[in-house]
T-cell receptor
Framework: GAVVSQHPSWVICKSGTSVKIECRSL??????MFWYRQFPKQSLMLMAT?????????EQGVEKDKFLINHASLTLSTLTVTSAHPEDSSFYIC???????????????FGPGTRLTVL | QQQVKQSPQSLIVQKGGISIINCAYE??????FPWYQQFPGKGPALLIA???DVSEKKEGRFTISFNKSAKQFSLHIMDSQPGDSATYFC??????????WGAGTKLIIKP
């Protein structure tokens, strides 16, 4: 259980175009999803926290107008990179919170990531 | 105070040996300490996690040791195998909310 999928797994686009990445929790409902960005050989950097039915909370330094997040349902969150530029090329990873054992603590489960390359 | 410091940056261990990765934190409010394993081109996968009410947790070949007074926790991989070669991240959070990540350790197990 607790499987998170991402689509697409990789995407190449031209500079100036927009790219949408989907994150789905396949076998559980996630009221909270997180979006991360990871550069090569570096740790994960939290971009934003997404709660179903409300506006996402962005981390300091992350442009909310550039990285649009929509959490339309309890199993789907989307990240749209608008007017992408080469510096947006990165590995984008989502995670979803799942209730832990006995409902005591939540656990974060991660998607497989999406490799974005902007030419 | 929000940082989690992870060491070493990279580690080479012979097959069958013990791999040890260490993390230290400052924020005493942290109450959840997970370890994640990440293979190249993949998302992180939860390996094992501990809460501060216990000093050790073991799952198969993986053990977390937790020292609350020293504000340190470590991952031990017993009988390390080539398939364990990956990048390992420690993290910490308050009530499972926002994870604060360590910098990662690239582990290579030599056959």
């Amino acid at each position: 259980g607790a499987v998170v999928s991402q689509h697409p797994s990789w995407v190449i686009c031209k500079s100036g175009t927009s790219v949408k990445i989907e994150c789905r929790s396949l076998d559980f409902q996630a009221t909270t999803m997180f979006w991360y960005r990871q550069f090569p050989k570096q740790s994960l950097m939290l971009m934003a926290t997404s709660n179903e039915g409300s506006k996402a909370t962005y981390e300091q330094g992350v442009e909310k107008d550039k990285f649009l997040i929509n959490h339309a349902s309890l199993t789907l969150s989307t990240l749209t990179v608008t007017s992408a530029h080469p510096e947006d090329s990165s590995f984008y990873i989502c995670s979803a919170e799942s209730p832990g054992l006995a409902g005591l603590y939540n656990e974060q489960f991660f998607g497989p990531g999406t490799r974005l390359t902007v030419l | 105070q929000q940082q989690v410091k992870q060491s070493p940056q990279s580690l080479i261990v012979q097959k069958g040996g013990i791999s040890i990765i260490n993390c230290a934190y400052e924020n005493t409010a942290f109450d959840y300490f997970p370890w994640y394993q990440q293979f190249p081109g993949k998302g992180p996968a939860l390996l094992i996690a501990i809460r501060p009410d216990v000093s050790e947790k073991k799952e198969g070949r993986f053990t977390i040791s937790f020292n609350k007074s020293a504000k340190q926790f470590s991952l031990h991989i017993m009988d390390s195998q080539p398939g364990d070669s990956a990048t390992y991240f420690c993290a910490a959070s308050v009530s499972n909310y926002q994870l604060i990540w360590g910098a990662g350790t690239k582990l290579i197990i030599k056959p």
